[in-house]
């Protein structure tokens, strides 16, 4: 099984800052990972997928990078809105499919 | 629209069984992998069951192989996940989700809890 570790836990960042959330996998995925976004009571919403590829709708502010074991998703300047917890999740290599354990970004 | 709305949810016994559905809406239900994803009260995401579009291939996560089953109903519109033999530790929300076939989901429902 493949696993995958997220970090930091938390990120307190302020408007219009850029924010980057990292995703390790404990081997290679190439670039078989997803983003997913999470707002409290809500469902998970797919951001990113490929590594690199926004979904659709999703914001130009948005963006996926890295392959292999090493990802990062870049907010490049965090709106209110951007409040919630991300999930990286790989696809290269199931059953089983797997998720990081979250990123929760908040406001400060 | 794409819509996906579980049901079923609730509170059962530890050892009982449920059954969860989740009715599609707004895209050509038989043309999609589907997936059911879980999460337990403040915690992560867990991958629970995927069924191939026709049905014909089915994979679950090791936590709930044996005692869960998946299986859709394509002139219905609707995807099913059986819960039997359940534990303390599914107590989750079960989220429906539409999957492109690569094992990456692009829309999700709303969820419905389960409470062992």
Not at chain 1, 8 to 15: A, E, H, I, Q, Y
Request: aromatic share 12%; hydrophobic share 35%.
């Amino acid at each position: 099984e493949i696993v995958m570790t997220q970090s930091p836990d938390t990120l307190s960042v302020s408007l219009g800052e850029r924010v980057t959330l990292s995703c390790r996998a404990s081997q290679s995925v190439f670039s078989n990972l997803a983003w997913y976004q999470q707002k409290p009571g809500q469902a998970p919403r797919l951001l990113v997928y490929g590594a690199s590829t926004r979904a659709t709708g999703i914001p130009a502010r948005f963006s996926g990078t890295g392959s292999g074991t090493e990802f990062t998703l870049t907010i490049s300047s965090l709106q209110s809105e951007d409040s919630a917890l991300y999930y990286c999740q790989q696809y290269n290599n199931w059953p089983p499919l797997t998720f990081g354990g979250g990123t929760k970004v908040e406001i400060k | 629209e794409v819509h996906l709305v579980e049901s079923g949810g609730g509170l059962v016994q530890p050892g009982g069984s449920l059954r969860l559905s989740c009715s599609v809406s707004g895209f050509t239900f038989s043309d999609y992998w589907m997936t059911w994803v879980r999460q337990a009260p403040g915690k992560g995401l867990e991958w629970v069951a995927t069924m191939k579009r026709d049905g014909s291939v089915e994979y679950y996560g090791a936590s709930v192989k044996g005692r869960f089953t998946i299986s859709r109903d394509n002139a219905e519109n609707s995807l099913y996940l059986e819960l039997t033999s359940v534990k303390f530790e599914d107590t989750a929300v079960y989220f429906c989700a539409r999957d492109r076939g690569y094992g990456y989901v692009d829309f999700w429902g709303q969820g419905t809890l389960v409470t062992v």
